[in-house]
């Protein structure tokens, strides 16, 4: 398998523009998250799904953010409209309860997000 | 809530043996993991603990004392590419949550 897939790795943006990051898990997995992470506050869960449907999104910052997952192979996260403090680097991750040990995340490359 | 606390920095030279702690305060959970990251790299899974005691996997070992909320991440025979941050993780019960600690940052030095 190809692991996590996401897109685009750079992402560089005026500030007000939308941004579209996407994600594809891998094959058989049934759970979808999606992280930020900054110096400062470190890695932050935003939301996650399971079997396409968002169970947690308390992490999510402000109305700004919204993550869709409309079928098992793909994820996004948008933000809009965006702003300088959203510079981070936002990680997918997949992982299945059915592989022992159940725990682990298989984490994309990341995308590089710097609002200008 | 749930918190797991590591030390911000660590150092030590090749070929020694570092020790990583991760206190935690959380609600019931699955297990321990550990999870390292290169600078500008992804997190990767290093280890897992499901039940107290050690569990080793090459140069790396984990422990976990669930009545002590306490585990650590051992690496020995430090090699220069070692140099990476360190990330423990659970799962806990409640709707299959993940929590990820600060990180500790692991410098090697020769």
């Known amino acids: 398998d190809a692991g996590v897939i996401q897109s685009p790795r750079h992402e560089v943006t005026e500030m007000g523009q939308e941004v579209t990051l996407r994600c594809k898990p891998i094959s058989g997995h049934d759970y979808l998250f999606w992280y930020r992470q900054t110096m400062m506050r470190g890695l932050e869960l935003l939301i996650y799904f399971n079997n396409n449907v968002p169970i947690d999104d308390s992490g999510m910052p402000e109305d700004r953010f919204s993550a869709k997952m409309p079928n098992a192979s793909f994820s996004t996260l948008k933000i809009q409209p965006s702003e300088p403090r959203d510079s981070a680097v936002y990680f997918c991750?997949?992982?299945?309860?059915?592989?022992?040990?159940?725990?682990?995340?298989?984490f994309g490359a990341g995308t590089r997000l710097s609002v200008l | 809530g749930q918190s797991l606390e590591q030390p911000s920095e660590v150092t030590a030279v090749e070929g020694a043996i570092v020790q990583i702690n991760c206190t935690y305060q959380?609600?019931?959970?699955?297990?321990l993991s550990w999870y390292q990251q290169h600078d500008g790299g992804a997190p990767t899974f290093l280890s897992y603990n499901g039940l107290d005691g050690l569990e080793e996997t090459g140069r790396f070992s984990s422990f976990l004392s669930r009545s002590d909320s306490y585990g650590y991440l051992l690496l020995q025979e430090l090699q220069m590419k070692d140099s990476a941050s360190y990330f423990c993780a659970v799962r806990v019960y409640n709707f299959n949550k993940f929590y990820f600690g600060s990180g500790t940052k692991l410098n090697v030095k020769p």
């Open positions: 991750a997949s992982s299945t309860r059915d592989a022992p040990p159940g725990d682990i995340q298989y």
């Open positions: 959380t609600s019931g959970f699955y297990g």
